[in-house]
């Protein structure tokens, strides 16, 4: 056996061992999170994470609740408040009524403010 087949089995070696490598489980990193929101806090004095919701593990399901039971309650208030104020859909007559078309050459002048001088035939004021 030469050298070159021997790195060549060595080299295939460790290919077998870095696909060996690939197909295991990921290790699982650690979870730092919750420490360093606990030490921001510290020494923030409070400025940052004082609401410990954000830092919560679970969901504030009873503060969820307690909202969309507000929610539905005021929903139905302005419901309760409303609905005799309404009343029934008056019914209008849909026909349509007749349109009298003007041609333009009976259309009468529109009438000019006082301000404003009638406009002559040239653009070009005359010389005195």
Same mark, same amino acid.
């Given at each position: 056996?030469? +050298?070159?087949? !021997?790195?060549?089995?060595?080299? !295939? +070696?460790?290919?077998?061992?870095?696909?060996?490598?690939?197909?295991? +489980?990921?290790?699982?990193?650690?979870?730092?999170?919750?420490?360093?929101?606990? &030490?921001?806090? &510290?020494?923030?004095?409070? &400025?940052?994470?004082?609401? +410990?919701? %954000?830092?919560?593990?679970?969901?504030?399901?009873?503060?969820?609740?307690?909202?969309?039971?507000?929610?539905?309650?005021?929903?139905?208030?302005?419901?309760?408040?409303?609905?005799?104020?309404?009343?029934?859909? &008056?019914?209008?007559?849909?026909?349509?009524?007749?349109?009298?078309?003007?041609?333009?050459?009976?259309?009468?002048?529109?009438?000019?403010?006082? %301000?404003?001088? !009638?406009?002559?035939? %040239?653009?070009?004021?005359?010389?005195?």
């Amino acid at each position: 056996m030469s +050298e070159l087949e !021997a790195m060549e089995e060595s080299e !295939a +070696e460790a290919l077998r061992k870095l696909l060996r490598s690939t197909l295991q +489980e990921p290790k699982s990193s650690p979870d730092v999170l919750p420490g360093v929101q606990r &030490k921001l806090r &510290k020494r923030s004095q409070g &400025k940052f994470y004082r609401d +410990e919701w %954000s830092t919560a593990r679970h969901a504030p399901e009873y503060t969820y609740l307690i909202t969309s039971l507000l929610m539905l309650a005021i929903a139905f208030a302005a419901y309760a408040v409303l609905h005799p104020l309404s009343s029934e859909a &008056k019914v209008t007559p849909m026909t349509p009524q007749p349109v009298n078309v003007v041609p333009p050459s009976r259309l009468a002048p529109l009438p000019r403010s006082p %301000s404003k001088p !009638a406009p002559t035939g %040239s653009s070009v004021p005359a010389r005195r």
